[in-house]
């Protein structure tokens, strides 16, 4: 479980349609008292990176934003993922991101035909949903007898 209850700073990062994603669950947590940074500046991910030891956590279904390539080199985000204290976990649907030595956990979404969307909003909800059984108390229903 990506365990972002224990940690008191988390980052939640994506490009393209992964921002998406990455501002969904920042919503729902904000909505129960979990503040986690989102930016959509690439530039302030890289300098998040840099300077973050808490958790970062990266959508990435392509895995295009943490391999290496020429987007990661041109940006310098292969860099700055290297040299990071962060902590770094990587939600993908691509295999080869397991591999790399500078994540330190990846949450793979297994999908064919293009569902991995319906997956990863159902990733978001479970991640909320243990969030909040985990936090929160909530008042029992039923007959006070």
């Excluded at 921002?19 to 930016?39: G, M």
């Excluded at 909003?121 to 008042?139: E, G, M, V």
Aim: aromatic share 14%; with cysteine.
């Amino acid at each position: 479980m990506i365990d972002i209850i224990q940690n008191h700073e988390v980052a939640l990062f994506g490009i393209f349609n992964s921002e998406n994603y990455a501002r969904e669950l920042q919503y729902n947590l904000a909505f129960h008292q979990k503040i986690c940074f989102t930016f959509l500046d690439i530039h302030k991910q890289i300098e998040y990176l840099r300077e973050s030891q808490g958790w970062v956590i990266i959508y990435s279904m392509s895995g295009e934003y943490v391999l290496d390539n020429g987007y990661s080199r041109y940006y310098g985000i292969l860099k700055a993922l290297k040299e990071s204290q962060a902590h770094i976990v990587v939600i993908t649907c691509q295999p080869k991101v397991a591999t790399l030595d500078y994540i330190d956990e990846v949450v793979m979404i297994h999908s064919k035909h293009g569902y991995h969307s319906y997956l990863v909003h159902c990733l978001n909800d479970w991640i909320l949903a243990s969030y909040i059984k985990r936090n929160k108390q909530f008042p029992k229903v039923g007959n006070k007898n």
